[in-house]
T-cell receptor, first 113, second 113 residues
């Protein structure tokens, strides 16, 4: 079985401050890890993924995520949050050979001007 | 631009009246997915096609059916919509399984009256 935990419901951050959205996962074997963002009444947009190699992955819109195998975590980060980053963020995991993604429950990020 | 297109964006149907949602892709991806998403929750996978192979999720109600007549198109049929089927329906595609990310369409918001 594969699963993702996003422990916080909402993350509030002041504009210009660092943003972190937490994600831990469970999967058999090596994980493929993804972050998606969703704006209101829109589909999910792919931000970044970890497959193998460097533990620090850089993605769209200045976001990055760090893979930590020992802690089974894949936290999303942005050094300086923008008001336009306010959205719903989903972490997802897929095990090798599996067509299905397991999504976390999502985190609402609110960036305060 | 290559993309995933969903029509219509908003659909209103009556209780018990069959409805079909459509998805098309210009990405030439092998895998197409249908998700149901309710009020900022995580997307719930209904089924997916890997090429012509249909894969139903165990907890997907029989009320939901799908067709994929060719690589580009995939349809979601709801035979007798109930009030509980009101949701956002998301179509997604992926080149293959494993490390490949999914690309989502904008979604169809279904209202059941």
């Amino acid at each position: 079985a594969q699963s993702v935990a996003q422990p916080e419901d909402q993350v509030n951050v002041a504009e210009g401050n660092p943003l972190t959205v937490k994600c831990t996962y469970s999967v058999s074997g090596n994980p493929y890890l993804f972050w998606y963002v969703q704006y209101p009444n829109r589909g999910l947009q792919f931000l970044l993924k970890y497959i193998t190699g460097d533990n620090l992955v850089k993605g769209s819109y200045g976001f990055e995520a760090e893979f930590n195998k020992s802690q089974t975590s894949f936290h999303l980060k942005k050094p300086s949050a923008l008001v336009s980053d306010s959205a719903l963020y989903f972490c997802a995991v897929r095990g090798w050979g599996n067509n299905r993604l397991a999504f976390g429950k999502g985190n609402q990020v609110v960036v305060i001007p | 631009d290559a993309m995933v297109i969903q029509n219509p964006r908003y659909q209103v149907t009556q209780f018990g009246k069959p409805v079909t949602l459509s998805c098309s892709q210009t990405l030439n991806h092998n895998v197409m997915y249908w998700y149901q998403q309710k009020s900022s929750q995580a997307p719930k996978l209904l089924f997916h096609y890997y090429d012509k192979d249909f894969n139903n999720e165990a907890d997907t109600p029989d009320n939901f059916q799908s067709r994929r007549p060719n690589t580009s198109f995939c349809f979601l049929d709801i035979r007798s919509p109930g009030l509980g089927d009101a949701a956002m329906y998301l179509c997604a595609t992926s080149r293959s399984a494993g490390s490949y990310e999914q690309y989502f369409g904008p979604g169809t918001r279904l209202t059941v009256t």
